[in-house]
């Protein structure tokens, strides 16, 4: 049996629901796991202190995450199918939100992957999901080429920050809480969104700019505009389409 590795890339703002879809998916792939980029941020001392505002940047591409590692790490689960076992992740220190959707929709898609996995059982291939999300999913060529499917959430500016706002904070590796320091949403956080994501858009328009193809294959979802079941069936369907290609 040959294992084929296929990366869901769930890319999106802080606050866009990225997490909230890429549970969901595991939940409905079977056997699925989930990488965060989040746990692939350097130690907190290494975060770069902002140039003109002087406070730890979480949220610039160049220094918010260890891409060596991360990139490392993906290679190494698409060749053996298995997360490291010192990889460690810090995501369940997080505020859980549950936002269900509907169970016909679920059961549906869940008999749908596990007839597919059958199927290509059949056909000597075991197929292995793992749904990597990430608030700079598209910014390194390496990672974006990692991934078979790549989806991107797309959530209005102001949505975002009355998210954020509402937020209590965010848990480090070391077991720490980020709280943001005073206007940290519009100095750091939205100027570094649309630095990371302008190159893959339209006109570098983030709100609405269309994908230019910088990022191939992209899926762009505008969160305000489809709902989260309405989500899941367009993913799961591009999906099943990826599933079924032969290699």
């Known amino acids: 049996m040959k294992n084929r590795v296929i990366f869901v890339g769930v890319g999106g703002a802080t606050c866009s629901g990225k997490t909230t879809l890429a549970k969901h998916l595991r939940n409905l792939l079977p056997g699925s796991v989930i990488l965060h980029q989040d746990d692939f941020a350097p130690p907190q001392e290494l975060i770069p202190l902002h140039p003109e505002y002087k406070v730890q940047d979480w949220d610039s591409a160049e220094g918010a995450i260890d891409w060596p590692r ?46 597919i996995t ?42 975002l920050k009355q998210r954020r706002l509402e937020r209590h904070g ?54 305000q505009e489809m709902g989260l079941a309405e989500t899941v069936e367009k ?3 591009r999906l099943a389409e990826k599933a079924t290609e032969d290699q």
């Open 170 to 223: 965010y848990h480090t590796a070391e077991g720490s809480l980020w709280r943001d320091p005073p206007h940290y949403w519009e100095q750091i956080v939205w100027p570094a969104y649309v630095a990371a994501h302008g190159g893959m858009l339209e006109g570098g328009d983030v709100e609405h700019g269309g994908p230019n193809g910088a990022v191939p294959g992209l899926i762009l979802i505008d969160g």
């Open 70 to 115: 991360m990139i490392k790490t993906l290679k190494e689960v698409k060749e053996t199918g298995v997360i490291p076992p010192e990889h460690y992740s810090h995501d369940h220190l997080n505020e859980q939100r549950d936002v269900p959707i509907e169970r016909k929709v679920s059961e549906r898609w869940k008999e749908t992957f596990s007839r």
């Open 235 to 237: 993913v799961c369907a």
């Open 118 to 159: 059958k199927e290509r059982e059949e056909k000597g291939e075991r197929l292995i999901w793992v749904v990597v999300d990430g608030f700079l999913l598209y910014w390194h060529p390496e990672v974006v080429e990692q991934l078979d499917a790549r989806i991107f959430l797309r959530v209005p500016h102001d949505v």
